[in-house]
């Protein structure tokens, strides 16, 4: 399976973006889809998982201002961010669990005034 992310882009503090990870086939059997991130200098950290079933975890840097959906009709994962900050700049990727333990290419979200 082949992931590719979209919808980053510059947004001011306080504002939305959202971002999709659209798969090149059916994602009903992926069990873990997450979504990722990382800043310049820093780690990759994870930010959200969606399971099969539908049931999400959130890091606590994001809780209460992202959501994260799947649609497995359109293949797709979203990641709905509000209330963007200056910190939450960085690359986002998305992650496909194993077996298939695949990573689209990520897409930049730079937040800045």
């Known amino acids: 399976v082949q992931l590719v992310e979209s919808g980053g882009g510059l947004v001011q503090p306080g504002g939305s973006l959202r971002l999709s990870c659209v798969a090149s086939?059916?994602?009903?059997?992926?069990?873990?889809i997450s979504w990722y991130r990382q800043a310049p200098g820093k780690q990759r950290a994870l930010v959200a998982v969606i399971t099969k079933g539908g049931i999400t975890t959130y890091a606590d840097f994001v809780k209460g201002r992202f959501t994260i959906s799947r649609d497995d009709a359109k293949n797709a994962v979203y990641l709905q961010m509000n209330n963007l900050q200056p910190e939450d700049t960085a690359v986002y990727s998305c992650?496909?669990?194993?077996?298939?333990?695949?990573w689209g290419q990520g897409t930049q979200v730079t937040v800045s005034s």
């Open positions: 086939r059916s994602i009903f059997n992926i069990y873990v």
């Open positions: 992650y496909a669990s194993p077996p298939f333990n695949t």
